[in-house]
Each structure stands twice: as structure tokens, then as C-alpha cells.
């Protein structure tokens, strides 16, 4: 049983358009949510995260936003760059055995 | 150099074989884990270690075993490598989070395991 449920599976997007993609959780003892972005042959590395006490957090292009009564969080990619071009990955970690679960990953592609 | 470090980084071998796959860190980290990556599975946690004598199953252990020789070195074994254990393999390490640490997981590279 997977304990993040992440999609799409896979996005295309338009440069200089919105990539959404989605989570969710049930584990309500999860007490952080990162996103990692990982390119071909790479292993992947943190883009940003939130806490479940922040609605939403901004980094640059990069957003997440989080909704603790639904247990969703999303990141959304501000004008999209064919270098966004990669895997991207949520997670959730259980605070108690600092165990992270991850999603499935969604593919993302960035057309010039 | 990378901070966290995995060998061999490609692997073909046969059913019924013995496999170890290496990882050392230079972050000074405390906590290692070993991730297997498969398509549209993402990354599931396969060991974790928080020191040098203390070791844990993730949530796919079966099949796999681990050492931890010294804080920096973590290595995954496959006794008898079956074809379903076919994957993406990643090492981690985490440190305490804190004022100048997020405690984000660090990947290595990756060593892609093939068993025929």
C-alpha cells in the first residue's frame, strides 16, 4: 500500500506555461513533505519543502501548496523552462522513525 | 568528488548470484538508507541505518541484507539475485536536522542492477 499517491504519471507542458503536479497522504503523523527533482542518470536531489503548518511555501518558479484537512499537497512550476525537464518526486516523512515515503514520480516534459 | 558515493555504478549478473552494492559518504552524516527505484513505483525504502549498530528493514527487505562498516560506509547485499530485484538502486544519508540543516535526504548517483 503506498502511503503518498502522486500524479500524473507523466505532464507535458508548453514552455513558459504551469506544471501542477499532486499528492496525497493518510499517515497523519507525517510532519514533513520535500519534493525532489531527479534528471536521467542522477539521483535525486530536494527542491523544496513545507511543513504542515504552512499553507504554502514559495521558492522562486517553485511552489507548494499545502492542504492538512484534505492531506494534499502539490508543487506548481511557475513559467516552465525545458530545463524543468526531469522526474519529480513528493515525500512525507513519519517523524517517529524518520522514515521517508515517496510517491510514484511524475515525468515531466517541457516543450521548446 | 561526489559527497555520496556509489559502486559499481552499472551491474549485469546472472540468477543465483551473489551481488553487493557499495556506498560511502564524506558528509559526516549519521543516517544511511537504501532506496530501490522502479517505474512508476517511485523510490522504496529497502534498509535504513540511523549508526554503525543500528540497522532496519524498510518496507521491501526480503531478499536484501546490509552492513554498516563505519558511519561512512553502508553496503546492500543480494544473497541469491533474482530477476525481479531488477531495479535502480540509491544510497542516502541523512543528518540531524537543525538550525543550519534541513535534514534533507542526500542521493548518490544510483547503481542500476540487472539480473538475467
Known amino acids: 500500500q503506498q502511503q503518498v499517491k502522486q500524479s500524473p504519471q507523466s505532464l507535458i507542458v508548453q514552455k513558459g506555461g504551469i506544471s501542477i503536479i499532486n499528492c496525497a497522504y493518510e499517515?497523519?503523523?507525517?510532519?514533513?513533505f520535500p519534493w525532489y527533482q531527479q534528471f536521467p542518470g542522477k539521483g535525486p536531489a530536494l527542491l523544496i519543502a513545507?511543513?504542515?503548518?504552512?499553507s504554502e511555501k514559495k521558492e522562486g518558479r517553485f511552489t507548494i501548496s499545502f492542504n492538512k484537512s484534505a492531506k494534499q499537497f502539490s508543487l506548481h512550476i511557475m513559467d516552465s523552462q525545458p530545463g524543468d525537464s526531469a522526474t519529480y518526486f513528493c515525500?512525507?516523512?513519519?517523524?517517529?522513525?524518520?522514515?521517508?515515503?515517496f510517491g510514484s514520480g511524475t515525468k515531466l516534459n517541457v516543450k521548446p | 568528488d561526489a559527497d555520496v558515493t556509489q559502486t559499481p555504478r552499472n551491474r549485469i549478473t546472472k540468477t543465483g548470484k551473489r551481488i553487493m552494492l557499495e556506498c560511502s559518504q564524506t558528509k559526516g552524516h549519521d543516517r544511511m538508507y537504501w532506496y530501490r527505484q522502479d517505474p512508476g513505483l517511485g523510490l522504496r525504502l529497502i534498509y535504513y541505518s540511523f549508526d554503525v549498530k543500528d540497522i532496519n528493514k524498510g518496507e521491501i527487505s526480503d531478499g536484501y541484507s546490509v552492513s554498516r562498516q563505519a558511519q561512512a560506509k553502508f553496503s546492500l547485499s543480494l544473497e541469491s539475485a533474482i530477476p525481479n530485484q531488477t531495479a535502480l538502486y540509491f544510497c542516502?544519508?541523512?543528518?540531524?536536522?537543525?538550525?543550519?540543516?534541513?535534514?534533507?535526504?542526500?542521493f548518490g548517483e544510483g547503481s542500476r542492477l540487472t539480473v538475467l
Open positions: 499517515n497523519t503523523a507525517f510532519d514533513y
Open positions: 542516502a544519508t541523512r543528518g540531524l536536522a537543525g538550525a543550519s540543516n534541513t535534514g534533507e535526504l542526500f
Open positions: 513545507i511543513r504542515p503548518d504552512v
Open positions: 515525500a512525507a516523512r513519519s517523524g517517529n522513525f524518520n522514515k521517508f515515503y
